[in-house]
């Protein structure tokens, strides 16, 4: 790695924006899920990043994006730029270029980079064109990353206020490199460290959630705390800054006990810092010991699908039924052919004989079932689409819930009634119901 001139220290990063180059990301050929990760990271490194752009592959728009993010031009201005793509050997690829001018920089040939290309093309046993020499011309006074994923070294430039850090644009590439090289030279920059913790509540919407925690989301300043509603559920985000990641987790976790101590709260938190609701669920049940079994209905499998997903679901999950046809309800869970007449097979009652027929069969703990309208035909004026019951039969009885989704789209439906019902299996084993 080159080091920086001495002229040029570099200065304290509080803040970012993320610049994404590509023509291919416009079109929609290509999802963008670098800025997503880099504005994670970058959150996590205490650097608040206040706009993302995306600009396509030519010089002056791109030019033009760089100017609004170090200038503000009516916002405030980054005092880092981090890009991605546009490293490339190809005529279009033309980030670096375009950075080196408008720090006034003149490009040089890194012969560091230009034997690392050559090296990694003899490896791969690829023969090196020439244009993919224009990857190891560097701005002068610049530090160079160097790339063991790929062809082109990320680079960073910076003078008295600004610091733009270039990075290639495949994700396989950025990653890494990022984590390894660029993560340890923001560190000296960057004053105090962020650390969130995030909170994950089901049954409850953000308005709900927002209502209950208005004080404390209103007088909260280190750690902050702030809803995020996403498909089913809402996350509730802690965040602290400290001088050191253990003092700023150490504020975090005071908070979110305040929190877990909140009685209309708690009961429909099912995990902090976890992935989803099934992980939760698997979680849970490997530590008590408990173990599990389905019959899905209108969810189609959806359940069992998410639960085996989970690494270790295997030594609690031991099956589950789909039984869409009433006669396969009836063979296969027993289901009474008389409850189904008399309440039909979208009622709290069939939710209840399913789940009831998913325990004993499969010789579980608890089972879990589901049986409804997802849309966008069926439904009936008192259950219509958009209705979907849940039964969770443990050894204390059944308990059965009805939920309904007005006008949302049959992959929603099935979505959110497979989250809730894994929802109340957590409250069940917690002993909540």
Not at 72 to 77: D, K, L, M, S, T
Not at 336 to 351: G, H, K, L, N
Request: some cysteine.
């Amino acid at each position: 790695m080159a080091s920086f001139d001495t002229h040029n220290r570099i200065h304290p990063i509080r803040t970012a924006e993320i610049l994404c180059v590509g023509t291919e990301l416009l079109l929609g050929d290509i999802v963008n899920t670098n800025a997503a990760f880099l504005s994670k990271r970058l959150a996590s490194l205490g650097i608040a990043v206040y706009h993302q752009t995306v600009v396509g592959d030519h010089p002056e728009r791109l030019r033009v994006a760089l100017s609004d993010a170090f200038e503000g031009h009516g916002r405030p201005a980054a005092d880092l730029v981090i890009l991605s793509g546009g490293l490339g050997p190809t005529y279009d690829d033309l980030t670096k270029e375009t950075v080196a001018a408008y720090f006034g920089r003149d490009l040089y040939l890194h012969e560091e980079s230009l034997t690392a290309i050559r090296d990694f093309f003899n490896r791969t046993g690829r023969v090196m064109t020439p244009n993919n020499e224009k990857q190891a011309m560097m701005p002068e006074g610049c530090v160079v990353f160097p790339n063991h994923y790929g062809t082109a070294p990320a680079l960073a430039v910076s003078d008295a206020t600004r610091t733009a850090v270039m990075l290639p644009g495949p994700p396989a590439e950025l990653i890494p490199l990022f984590e390894e090289l660029v993560v340890p030279f923001l560190r000296h920059y960057t004053e105090g460290i962020l650390v969130s913790r995030n909170i994950h509540i089901m049954g409850l919407g953000e308005s709900t959630v927002e209502s209950l925690l208005h004080d404390l989301m209103v007088s909260s300043e280190n750690p902050t705390v702030a809803p995020y509603c996403k498909s089913g559920e809402v996350r509730l985000r802690v965040t602290a800054r400290a001088q050191s990641e253990a003092e700023a987790a150490a504020l975090c976790d005071g908070l979110v006990e305040r929190i877990h101590e909140h009685r209309d709260i708690a009961p429909y938190i099912y995990g902090v810092d976890c992935e989803n609701i099934e992980t939760a669920l698997v979680r849970l049940l490997t530590r008590r010991g408990l173990t599990l079994a389905t019959a899905e209905s209108c969810t189609g499998g959806m359940i069992g699908q998410r639960i085996t997903a989970v690494s270790g679901a295997s030594a609690v999950y031991y099956g589950g039924f789909v039984t869409y046809q009433n006669e396969i309800k009836i063979k296969a869970l027993g289901v009474d052919p008389a409850t189904i007449a008399a309440y039909t097979e979208v009622s709290a009652e069939t939710a209840a004989e399913m789940a009831k027929g998913a325990r004993e069969r499969m010789g579980t703990d608890i089972g879990l079932s589901t049986t409804g309208y997802a849309g966008p035909t069926g439904g009936t004026e008192e259950n219509p689409v958009g209705t979907v019951y849940v039964g969770i039969a443990t050894k204390e009885g059944v308990t059965t819930h009805r939920l309904y989704f007005p006008r949302k789209s049959r992959e929603y439906v099935r979505e959110a009634a497979a989250s809730r019902v894994m929802m109340e299996a957590v409250r069940a084993v917690l002993g909540l119901v």
